[in-house]
Every structure is written in structure tokens, then in C-alpha cells.
Nanobody, 121 residues
Framework: QVQLVESGGGLVQAGGSLRLSCAAS????????MGWHRQVPGKQRELVAA???????NYADSVKGRFTISRDNAKNTVYLQMNNLKPEDTGVYYC???????????????WGQGTQVTVSS
């Protein structure tokens, strides 16, 4: 089995910064794309940022220039550095990973349990 464990959420004032981490462990051969998604009550979960194994990145327009996603392949860990936070960034942040397993052979999506980020005005 594979587990994704997130950390780093919390309460911060507008303009502040937070760094989220997500470590994957278990039956992992390699990991393709890793990403962060955000969900607020009454809305669909939305992509915030994603990074491929070769470090190609993709960001939601609302976070471009403020958030930076990165990963450490040796540690199977993905990070999200969030700067100049705004109240509208508030939500539960979930990490996900496309994990390649040797048995059964294939790529499988996994999700973390979520970490709350609250930005006060």
C-alpha cells in the first residue's frame, strides 16, 4: 500500500507564508506527477499546482507568482511554498501522486488526508 502524509498547514495572516510538505511511502517504484489541490466547502476540488518527475510545473492562474511547487525524488516528497497569502487561499489542501508500482504493475493515483490552510484578513 501507499500512504501520502501532509504537513505544514495552519493559520496565517494575509501577506504571510506557509510551506506544505507531502511525503509518500510504501510500495513505490517511482512517482510521476505530484500535485496539490484545494477544496473549500460547496466547491469542487481544484488544482493549485503540479510538478512532473522532470520538474515541469503547472499552476492555477490565481496562485502564479505567489506559490512555488517543488519535489525531492529521493525522498518521494513534494512541497508547496505559499507566499503573499490571501484570504481566498483558505481551504483544505490535498496532495496527490501518480505512483508507479511494480506489482500490480501500473500507475495508480493516491491522495493525502488533507491539511487545513486558513488565511485571515
Amino acid at each position: 500500500q501507499v500512504q501520502l502524509v501532509e504537513s505544514g498547514g495552519g493559520l496565517v495572516q494575509a501577506g504571510g507564508s506557509l510551506r506544505l510538505s507531502c511525503a509518500a511511502s510504501g510500495n513505490i517504484f517511482s512517482i510521476n506527477t505530484m500535485g496539490w489541490h484545494r477544496q473549500v466547502p460547496g466547491k469542487q476540488r481544484e488544482l493549485v499546482a503540479a510538478v512532473t518527475r522532470s520538474d515541469s510545473t503547472n499552476y492555477a492562474d490565481s496562485v502564479k507568482g505567489r506559490f512555488t511547487i517543488s519535489r525531492d525524488n529521493a525522498k518521494n516528497t513534494v512541497y508547496l511554498q505559499m507566499n503573499n497569502l490571501k484570504p481566498e487561499d483558505t481551504g483544505v489542501y490535498y496532495c496527490n501522486a501518480d505512483v508507479v508500482r511494480s506489482w500490480p504493475l501500473g500507475s495508480y493515483p493516491y491522495w493525502g488526508q488533507g491539511t487545513q490552510v486558513t488565511v485571515s484578513s
